[in-house]
Nanobody, 125 residues
């Protein structure tokens, strides 16, 4: 059983930056591919980014390409999401997730086995 705890959310003005972090415990972190999803009020969960177990493969949702960067540090059991050029439409609760399919990067939320409780990101205009 893997526990995931997100941090780094907050209130930021449009055009600003934030870095989210997700720390894992209770398992071997490098056994998992990691992903970030987000959900805004009244909207469906949206894929943001994913990274394979060693960081060699990454993929991004279309709405964040070129603005967000996912990275991981297996020694620290942490995955980060660097978010630049934030827009009001980025406002959402951001969730970290872990997938046992460590070699793959997937945007499909059902492929993920463990989820954090989320961190709120609010971007003001």
């Amino acid at each position: 059983q893997v526990q995931l705890v997100e941090s780094g959310g907050g209130l930021v003005q449009a055009g600003g930056s934030l870095r989210l972090s997700c720390v894992g415990s209770g398992g071997t972190f490098s056994n998992y591919a990691m992903g970030w999803f987000r959900q805004a009020p009244g909207k469906e969960r949206e894929f943001v980014a994913a990274i394979s177990w060693g960081g060699g493969s990454t993929t991004y949702g279309d709405s964040v390409k070129g603005r967000f960067t996912i990275s991981r540090d297996n020694a620290k059991k942490t995955v980060h999401l660097r978010m630049n050029s934030l827009k009001p439409e980025d406002t959402a609760v951001f969730y970290c997730a872990a997938s046992k399919k460590k070699y793959y990067v997937t945007a499909v939320h059902t492929e993920y086995d463990y989820w954090g409780h989320g961190t709120q990101v609010t971007v003001s205009s």
